[in-house]
């Protein structure tokens, strides 16, 4: 079985990682401020902001892991606060020393 090597300069890589660096902070920046305006986020916005998928928060929730609230149409939404209590009731601490 023979392996495929693929050999890159990084000299040509470099434009193109700062490019898609410096795109992606513009993004997470502007998804940022949006947020920063709002009382309460979606289940989506969430778990973006928790670095989570939103079937992690979900199932986090249901098993009572996490606070919401639940607003007309049965929508789920979680303040800021419910999202730091969720990570302060989360810490992880090294047992080894």
Not at 2 to 24: F, H, K, M, W, Y
Not at 66 to 83: A, K, N, P, W
Request: charged share 25%.
């Amino acid at each position: 079985m023979s392996g495929v090597t693929l050999e890159l300069d990084s000299g040509i890589l470099q434009p193109l990682i700062r490019q898609i660096v410096a795109e992606t902070l513009v993004q997470v920046e502007g998804d940022l401020a949006k947020m920063n305006d709002k009382i309460a986020y979606s289940e989506e916005e969430a778990a973006r902001l928790l670095g989570l998928q939103s079937h992690n928060l979900r199932d986090a929730r249901l098993r009572g892991n996490i606070q919401c609230s639940q607003i007309t149409g049965r929508r789920i939404r979680y303040t800021r606060e419910d999202l730091v209590a969720y990570l302060a009731a989360n810490r992880w601490t090294s047992k080894g020393g």
